[in-house]
């Protein structure tokens, strides 16, 4: 079991982890994950911000190209209101000033411009596919802030066509206001001329006024508009309305990498998955014993050392020679457990155990899953705990050796609905097994659940001399990892280190040197040591294995207890 200590002498004994002091000081160089939280993000969604980028670029490409030319062209009306004081009195069309709100003398001559007779007018005198409607939508009147100016804006798919609109309109409006001005002045003059005949002698005043308003209304008689004039007419638009393409572009670019960034950040929050080694560090700050690389997932349940690929096998011999066996008597008791399901924990203690038991140590797995033992069916065994209370046997006794891993001795379980007896039973007699397992071999493996989610670790974690904490970045719960280190730091045990599967391991360059005993082939094969230098072999009474597992008594023809 390993506890958080110091060591006042700077030194640790062999084979026992280095005290968590010194991995705290090693560990404490780390860069802050605070700084730049965010550029990791980003790599590693970078994919999905630069397709919304892309498909926003495009989007707006296909739309710049695909949409209907649209051309605006402005003719500007100058209004005239004229004043109150009687010259054009009896003209109802007429616009008069009012001096209390100007803005509403111009939204009166606004909308004498705007008038459904105009657009019947302009439709006529365009003909083709114009109608009343089509003139109305395609034609706007707006007065232009405080001047006394009315826009005709019109609104065509070509430059020459929005231009015609804007000024066919606006001659349109003037004439049609004009004409009904020239036939109310028409009928006043009539009024004023009989006035007149009827005046007395030596009115002089009264002469004048209607001389003058006669004058005025002959003039509008006549085909004068005292309050519209054409300004300016629409001159031929250079360019389509809207925004131009460039800053359409620009746009959709900004707006594609805003959606791309705001959706990474959203997917990095929802997602509870640890994201890489860097992070796993962050949150446990422990030593990478060793790194696993990923497997096809054809290659993930294997159950011989011969069939583990180089560098996986590899890697759990970099495993190995950081938790050597002990210097006296009794094995080494090493705990494989995880935050997170389908972490590898399983995986990882079945290949660690072959990988052993292919160096000829002495090495008994222990299934401590028990809500889901996994361990006998990959090795093909059965050696079931529910033996230990159903017959009077001993540990000894029940240990099944697999024909494809000589060396090693497994006990398991079986898949039962309520397994709450049996993790009691085993709890309270597990310090008791471990101790006649140690007295037998040179390594004692235990698989447990996941610490993140069920206690069933917990008890094992207090009579192991190794907690080796399996993650894969990916798949590894983020809460549940953080939880893993909360249980283990506040029962006071600091795991000997990481295992992370997913990740290369160093020496994969080497993997084909060398053709001695012992050593990777280029085929991927292991020559087996001879085992006159392990501990079994010195120990005395172990002969060397025969070839393909048979041992030098004799092929076996099933499994039976270790001799």
């Known amino acids: 079991m390993t506890n958080p200590s110091g060591d006042p002498t700077g030194e640790t004994e062999p084979g026992k982890p280095e005290p968590w002091s010194a991995v705290s000081d090693r560990l404490s160089s780390m860069p802050n994950r605070e700084e730049g939280a965010y550029a990791p993000i980003l790599r590693a969604v970078r994919l999905l911000v630069i397709t919304i980028v892309v498909v926003s670029v495009a989007t ?55 008038s459904p007779a105009a657009a019947i007018l302009t439709a006529q005198q365009l003909r083709g596919s114009w109608t009343q409607k089509s003139v109305g939508e395609a034609v706007a009147i707006q007065p232009r802030g405080e001047s006394d100016i009315v826009s005709v804006t019109a609104t065509a798919s070509g430059a020459l066509g929005s231009a015609k609109l804007a000024n066919t309109y606006a001659r349109a409006a003037l004439s049609l206001h004009a004409t009904l001005l020239s036939h109310e002045a028409k009928v006043q003059l009539k009024q004023l001329e009989g006035r007149q005949k009827l005046l007395p002698e030596g009115e002089n005043a009264a002469a004048t006024q209607l001389a003058a308003q006669v004058n005025a209304l002959s003039s509008v008689a006549n085909g004068h508009d005292p309050n519209f004039s054409l300004l300016q007419a629409a001159p031929i638009p250079t360019s389509q309305a809207g925004s131009s393409k460039k800053l359409i572009v620009a746009l959709a670019l900004l707006a594609g990498l805003v959606i791309g960034v705001g959706a990474a950040i959203a997917i990095e929050y929802l997602n509870r998955r640890v994201r890489d080694e860097d992070e796993l560090l962050s949150l446990y700050p422990l030593p990478v014993l060793s790194r696993v690389p990923p497997l096809p997932r054809a290659a993930r349940e294997i159950g011989s050392a011969d069939l583990i690929p180089p560098r996986v096998r590899e890697a759990f011999r970099t495993l190995q020679v950081q938790l ?95 397994v709450t007896p049996l993790l009691e039973a085993v709890g309270r007699r597990l310090p008791d097994l471990l101790r006649s397992a140690r007295e037998a071999a040179d390594y004692v493996i235990i698989d447990t659940p996941p610490v993140g989610q069920v206690s069933d670790a917990l008890r094992a974690a207090m009579i192991v001399d190794d907690i ?63 085992p006159l230098s392990t501990p079994r072999a010195r120990a005395g009474g172990e002969t060397p294995r025969g070839k393909g597992g048979e041992s030098a008594r004799g092929k076996k023809t099933k499994p039976v207890p270790y001799p």
């Open 468 to 530: 080796v904490l399996v993650s894969r970045p990916g798949n590894t719960d983020r809460t549940e990892l953080q939880h893993t280190r909360e249980l283990l730091d506040r029962m006071g045990h600091t795991p000997t280190g990481l295992l992370v599967i997913g990740e290369a391991g160093a020496g994969d360059a080497y993997m084909t040197y060398g053709s001695e005993v012992g050593m990777e082939q280029p085929n991927g094969r292991v020559t087996p040591p001879e």
């Open 60 to 114: 707006a490409v296909v739309w710049e190209k695909t949409r209907p030319s649209k051309y605006n062209a402005t003719a500007q009306i100058l209004v005239t209101p004229v004043s109150n004081d009687g010259t054009y009195a009896g003209l109802p069309a007429v616009v008069t000033a009012d001096s209390a709100d100007p803005a509403r003398t111009l939204q009166t001559a606004t909308s004498v411009v705007e």
């Open 324 to 418: 050597p066996p002990g210097p006296h008597s009794g094995g080494r008791t090493v705990m494989f457990t995880s935050a997170s399901p389908r972490d590898g924990k399983t995986s990882s203690a079945v290949n660690f155990a072959l990988v052993l038991a292919a160096a000829n140590y002495r090495v008994i797995l222990f299934d401590f899953d028990l809500r889901r033992p996994d361990v006998g069916r990959r090795l093909n065994v059965h050696a079931d705990f529910m033996d230990l209370f159903r017959m009077d046997t001993t540990l000894d006794e029940l240990l099944v050796e697999p024909r494809s891993a000589p060396g090693l001795r497994v006990i398991s379980a079986t898949p039962q609905n309520d």
